[in-house]
């Protein structure tokens, strides 16, 4: 059964800095997609970032510049480094893997990212 777990989120004042991480098990063989998204309270679940298997890069383009995705295949895990945050970074963030860019795949819990102003 594939799992994906979360940690890193917290409270952080504007301009800091987080890195989340994501951790897959289960799983026989490497997801070619590795996305991170977000929900804001009365929000939609938005894509902040995904890398693909090959170490290709998208972000959203309210994180460019700020924040940062990687990914280790060896070990199965997938980060977001997070910089210079705002208050409208604040949601709880889901990590989430797929085969295929339109699949649903599998997803984490969450973990809940607060940036205070």
């Known amino acids: 059964q594939v799992q994906l777990v979360e940690s890193g989120g917290g409270l952080v004042q504007t301009g800091g800095s987080l890195r989340l991480s994501c951790a897959v098990s289960g799983a026989s063989f490497t997801f070619n997609f590795m996305r991170w998204y977000r929900q804001a309270v009365g929000k939609q679940r938005e894509l902040v970032a995904l890398?693909?298997?090959?170490?290709?890069?998208n972000y959203a383009d309210a994180v460019k510049g700020r924040f940062t995705i990687s990914r280790d295949n060896a070990k199965n895990t997938v980060s977001l480094q997070m910089n210079s945050l705002k208050p409208e970074d604040t949601a709880v963030y889901y990590c989430n893997a797929v085969q295929y860019p339109g699949g649903d795949g599998y997803w984490g819990q969450g973990t809940q990212v607060t940036v205070s102003s």
């Open positions: 890398i693909t298997k090959g170490g290709t890069t």
